[in-house]
């Protein structure tokens, strides 16, 4: 038997290897896609035309989905897999553009009726880089429109959940899985998948920081936001606690530049 080819992988957001090797393996989810955006559009109570900014859409599928009802739509990301991949599903989408670009660079100023970030890791960013972010997400929501984070995790519930051991085998491809939190609040992964087709392992590291319930609502409320509603999930069910907070949305209204938000 030929020995095989063993890569690793140290995970960084901006890297096209480390999309690589976090795409290759998982089925676009065109299906969950779809639904996610139905229950955003009922949630947010958006009706097309209204314009809406994905951040960190990696391959696009809710952008696509978005455009296939009408809404005008830009994505941004920062790694150039992610960009050609996400152009690619929204290709011939009127109404929908994709750009390389950093969340805290963007320059919009109540450009959008929705800005959202779906299963957004936070911890990826240094601090002050993340407070921009946000601030710049922020000042891209319109008045009258929201603004929708929804993250992996809060602290609180990787504190429930972690650590976790898994192996699965997938169209003949194995996945051994090692998640746990280290320092109290950095979460360390490591990942190591078999192709014995291919004759390739690849073995993948990624660490970043995970905040509590209450720091994301201060992180938000940095931005001058007033009002924060935390939801479960975008179903739209209220988070009774940091466990079960997922989502987290506020509206911006013409008031806002008063501090009168409503977390609606």
């Not at 090797?21 to 097309?48: G, H, I, M, S």
Request: aromatic content about 8%; charged content about 25%.
């Amino acid at each position: 038997m030929n020995a095989m080819e063993i890569t690793t992988h140290h995970f960084a957001w901006e890297s096209d290897e480390s999309h690589k090797v976090f795409w290759r393996y998982q089925e676009p989810l065109v299906t969950r896609a779809q639904n996610d955006v139905a229950k955003l559009t009922a949630l947010c109570d958006l009706q097309p035309p209204a314009k809406v900014l994905d951040v960190g859409c990696g391959l696009g599928l809710h952008l696509a989905a978005f455009g296939r009802q009408g809404f005008v739509g830009t994505g941004i990301d920062i790694a150039d897999y992610a960009v050609a991949d996400a152009r690619r599903h929204c290709h011939a989408i009127p109404g929908c553009r994709v750009l390389k670009l950093r969340g805290s660079e963007m320059t919009w100023e109540c450009e959008f009726d929705l800005v959202y970030a779906l299963a957004h890791p936070l911890g990826f960013m240094p601090e002050i880089e993340l407070k921009r972010h946000l601030q710049r997400m922020w000042a891209a929501v319109k008045h009258g429109g929201r603004l929708l984070l929804q993250v992996p995790y809060t602290l609180e519930a990787a504190q429930t959940a972690l650590p976790v051991h898994t192996w699965n085998v997938t169209n003949g491809t194995y996945t051994l899985v090692d998640k746990r939190l280290v320092h109290g609040n950095i979460k360390q992964e490591h990942c190591i998948i078999i192709d014995p087709a291919e004759g390739r392992i690849q073995e993948y590291f990624e660490e970043q920081r995970y905040y509590t319930w209450s720091e994301i609502v201060e992180l938000l409320r940095a931005c001058g936001v007033k009002q924060v509603k935390s939801l479960r999930d975008i179903d739209g069910n209220a988070a009774r606690n940091g466990d079960e907070a997922r989502v987290f949305m506020i509206k911006k209204t013409a008031l806002t530049e008063l501090g009168q938000e409503e977390a609606t």
